[in-house]
């Protein structure tokens, strides 16, 4: 009998313990990236994010979509808004401008560089003027 309680008390503790490890170990986030490097940190990958918002003074719904069900929550791994794409496509071309006209300094990746950057050409609006 007292094995048996020493058994449940140890199986106990060991789930506690488990999911207390699980509570407060950070969930993997699901990531997407097409352009940027997938070993960018999560804090580099979110300063960049935040100057797009910046630059053209928009949110992040602006190319992101609402996860399913939660509208207050939003899904950054997914394709399903046609602006994403339209900011990949944007990426591109700054990177390219950078890579071409101003790479100048090898240890920096270009996709870092900010010479021309999208507040460039948009300055706080996300459609600029032709």
């Known amino acids: 009998m007292i094995n048996k309680k020493k058994f449940v008390t140890v199986a106990v503790l060991a789930v506690l313990v488990i999911a207390g490890i699980a509570a407060v170990t950070p ?5 997407n990236l097409k352009i940027l490097p997938n070993d960018i940190s999560d804090e580099k990958l979110d300063s960049i994010m935040q100057s797009y918002s910046k630059a053209l003074g928009v949110n ?3 190319c992101h979509v609402a996860v399913a069900g939660f509208k ?9 808004h046609k602006m994403k794409e339209n900011a990949r496509k944007m990426m591109r071309m700054t990177i390219e401008i950078n890579r071409t006209h101003f790479y100048f300094d090898t240890t920096q990746r270009p996709e870092y560089l900010k010479v021309v950057n999208c507040k460039t050409c948009h300055r706080g609006d996300p459609y600029p003027a032709d």
Do not use: E, I, M, T
């Open 27 to 31: 969930g993997v986030k699901p990531r």
């Open 72 to 80: 207050d929550s939003l899904d950054y791994a997914a394709d399903n």
């Open 60 to 62: 992040c719904s602006f």
